[in-house]
């Protein structure tokens, strides 16, 4: 009876010391911007209004491996972390770091897309599972970033574009690295700005990718340039 | 202190139980290397391997219930897809490919004849959304099996959780195909000293030896390596093999070696099944090699077998026929499951 009651104890000292720590854990929240709007995939201001326009029907990536650095050196790291960030998913933008209370950085980083030795590492679960639509079926992979709408600047059948990115093996790895120099705050907001990078894209000639390419790996590299920071 | 010694023996019966449940599935001769699979990531057991072993047979796979893993994939045939050059899937859709012949396949590094998978858990992912073969996918595929009267409870047995997901079908059907051991040919037995070769094998076995055995490498059969055999391209297919993955001029033409392995019953040959009989294999070898570039430097000289020489090797090559794979019952359509079920 004693031993009930000291589990007890035990079960709400673990759970009281879980939410009084997730308070002052690192949060993330991911919002894609476009022009000077923030903009969700459901929102009737993203369809084609002009020929400058576009309309996003799918905006899906992967940002793994969050890490933290003070002075150059690793202070922490979420261990085989996968986060799925579906435009079209309420909530799927946000994370926060377990464990991160203590935490004290100058500057983090961050994997836009999975890594080589998961990539042949066989199925797996969770943010990573091949239902996702996030994995190729024809050649083994996961694809990273996943862009697909309309433009009237395609000149393609219902003038679509579908951007899949991928590929983890030597010469076409379009796995990016994304860095921020930062204060140790607790609450970011990462900021992917879709006009900076469809700016950068001339969708008349370039509108499909979906193998991994020389293609697939610059247009990845503007995709990671196309991310800014917000600490708040 | 009872209690102690109590959970500690429990502990160690569970050990003992998981570690043999796994020895008994995976039975392997001791001249074979050490497999490449990692189990510790998908530890085999009865059921898994079971609900493995339905879903390679469950036609619910693809996209109009009508084709399965099984169809292009015959036990009897080593699991392949005989009397077709180029195999056929949904809806009599003809193919890109001669369906490889299933074996041995916790020994393979990479999967399909390019190399285009990279892991047995990922394989089934190709044919299965493939517009030709089984034109599904499997998001869809995980919710018609978490809809049917069977599955969910066969899943709670195999993984212990009734939600269905793409991981456990994947890792299922692994399962099954880990299981696809085929290690009883005369060969084998002659390799475990329990019965020899008639003279004119044993004949063929040397000429295999010093002609063949650096890419189709024993006891596999196989070097698991992509390699141009000399084969000239066909232009209504313009398949360049391996290239396809890596877009390296370097590998051209190269297609992954297959075992030689129940070669009897798993024709026809080559990547696109041009070849019929094993004589007009070894005629290849002898005066069809097409040079190129890429061409294997084991191939750089024909192989010139005088005809007697022929007949030995492919006696030779017939004791690499096994018929306890072929007709192992423990591979066969799950008659009794699917049979029950359809009264339901």
């Known amino acids: 009876m004693r031993n009930v009651k000291y589990l007890f104890l035990a079960v709400f000292l673990f759970v009281h010391s879980f939410t009084i720590g997730q308070v002052n854990a690192i949060k993330f929240k991911i919002l894609p911007y476009y022009s000077t709007y923030q903009r969700s995939i459901n929102d009737t201001a993203f369809q084609l209004s002009s020929a400058s326009d576009y309309k996003i029907d799918v905006l899906r990536f992967y940002i793994a491996n969050i890490r933290f650095y003070k002075k150059d050196s690793l202070v922490y790291q979420e261990q085989k972390s996968f986060h799925l960030c579906d435009a079209s998913i309420p909530n799927s933008n946000r994370f926060l770091m377990s464990k991160s209370e203590n935490v004290t950085f100058d500057k983090f980083q961050f994997d836009l897309g999975i890594d080589s030795t998961t990539n042949v590492s066989g199925a797996m679960g969770g943010a990573l599972d091949p239902t996702n639509g996030m994995y190729w079926t024809w050649q083994s992979g ?91 | 202190m009872k209690a102690k010694v109590l959970l500690l023996i429990v ?123 089984m034109d599904e996918s499997l998001v869809h595929v995980v919710s018609k099996l978490q809809q049917s009267k069977i599955y969910p409870q066969l899943f709670y047995n195999a993984f212990g959780d009734s939600i269905i997901t793409g991981e456990h079908t ?34 063929g076995y040397q000429l295999f030896k010093k002609n063949c055995a650096s890419c189709h490498k024993e006891p596999l059969f196989t070097n698991d390596e992509f390699m141009n055999n000399g084969l000239a391209l066909d232009s209504s297919l313009n398949d360049f093999g391996r290239y396809r993955v890596t877009k390296n001029t370097e590998d051209s033409l190269k297609f992954k070696v297959p075992t030689l392995r129940n070669i009897e019953f798993s024709y026809p040959y080559m990547h696109d099944g041009r070849m019929k009989r094993i004589s007009e294999v070894l005629d290849h070898y002898s005066f069809g090699i097409q040079k190129s570039k890429t061409l294997a430097t084991e191939l750089k000289q024909p192989i010139v077998l005088s005809p007697t020489e022929k007949i030995d090797l492919t006696a030779f090559l017939l004791t690499l026929t096994d018929k306890s794979f072929l007709f192992n019952p423990k591979f066969f359509y799950p008659k009794e499951i699917f049979q029950s079920t359809a009264k339901d």
């Open chain 2, 11 to 133: 502990f160690s019966i569970f050990i003992v139980a998981f570690r043999s449940g796994n020895d008994n599935l995976f039975v392997v001769p001791a001249y074979f290397p050490k497999p490449v699979y990692n189990f510790e990531k998908n530890p085999l057991s009865e059921q898994k391997v079971l609900l493995g072993r339905l879903l390679f047979y469950d036609p619910q796979l693809s996209r109009n219930n009508m084709i399965s893993c099984a169809s292009c994939h015959s036990q009897f045939s080593a699991f392949t897809h005989i009397d077709h050059a180029l195999s056929h899937g949904i809806e009599d859709k003809i193919g890109f490919r001669n369906s490889p012949a299933l074996m041995n396949l916790a020994w393979q590094k990479s999967f399909m004849r390019d190399g285009a998978v990279n892991h047995l858990d990922v394989q089934a992912l190709a044919p299965l959304s493939n517009p030709v073969e």
């Open chain 1, 142 to 232: 996961y694809i990273n970033f996943k862009l697909e709408g309309r433009s009237n600047s395609c000149d393609t059948r219902n003038n679509e574009f579908q951007f899949h990115l991928g590929g983890y093996a030597s010469p076409f790895s379009s796995l990016q690295t994304v860095t921020f120099n930062v204060k140790n705050s607790r609450d970011f907001i990462l900021v992917l700005d879709l006009s900076q990078l469809l700016n950068n894209v001339d969708l008349a000639k370039q509108n499909h990718i979906m193998s991994p390419s020389k293609e697939a790996v610059k247009f990845s590299k503007l995709v990671a340039q196309s991310f800014r920071c917000i600490e708040q």
């Open chain 2, 170 to 203: 994947l890792k299922a059907i692994s399962q099954f195909m880990l299981t696809l051991i085929s290690a009883n040919s005369k060969y084998d037995s002659v390799m475990r000293n329990e019965s020899v070769f008639t003279a004119q094998e044993y004949n």
